[in-house]
């Protein structure tokens, strides 16, 4: 069973799932990403946590947190493992005498736990394969992008501005409006 490597990209709202959340994970080293429906209790405890926000209170995943903290033990990785009939299910494991223990939980509570311990996050293969989602490689530069292309500087710059306008065009269509904004700020540097 082969595990990849996967960091939180962002969250965002499911306009198709009524008021529930879409966790996206990002391959660390490549570049596929997978999208994963939560609650919105799990993705405010995700999002206060990622943006160091700490209530006056201890949420659910915090007093879990200090809680197995006060049994001298730490997560040490999350790992979604399985999809099933299009359910996630995921493993959090931690150490106790020198063991490996894995325990069930829903990918949800276990990202929410992986960022308050800052344990990494892996996804298998093989769920990865079939749900997730491969992106093109993002240009590194402006030159590199316009590679290729046989035309004088301005009419490069030109046909770059119309090539990312159609793709921004069809990434608005298609409701895919993460790469949307990728491209509208690609088309603020060239114009700008």
Do not use: C, W
């Not at 009939?85 to 939980?105: H, K, P, V």
């Not at 949800?108 to 736990?113: E, V």
């Not at 298998?124 to 079939?130: A, H, I, S």
């Amino acid at each position: 069973m082969s595990k990849v490597l996967m960091e939180i990209l962002g969250l965002s709202t499911s306009p198709s799932s009524g008021g529930a959340y879409a966790l996206i994970l990002s391959e660390a080293e490549g570049n596929q990403r997978l999208p994963i429906i939560i609650g919105s209790f799990e993705a405010q405890a995700i999002a206060l946590e990622l943006e160091n926000i700490k209530p006056p209170r201890p949420m659910t995943h915090d007093l879990f947190k200090n809680f197995v903290l006060s049994f001298n033990t730490e997560i040490k990785q999350v790992f979604i493992n399985d999809l099933s009939e299009g359910t996630f299910y995921a493993q959090i494991i931690y150490e106790r005498d020198n063991q490996l223990i894995e325990i069930d939980a829903r990918p949800s509570d276990a990202i929410a736990l992986a960022v308050r311990f800052n344990a990494p996050i892996y996804v298998n293969q093989e769920v990865l394969d079939e749900a997730g989602i491969t992106t093109e490689p993002e240009h590194q530069t402006l030159e590199e992008a316009l590679k290729g292309e046989e035309t004088s500087p301005g009419q490069k710059e030109l046909s770059q501005l119309e090539k990312l306008e159609a793709e921004l065009k069809t990434a608005i269509k298609t409701e895919n409006y993460e790469k949307a904004a990728k491209i509208r700020d690609r088309i603020s540097k060239l114009k700008g």
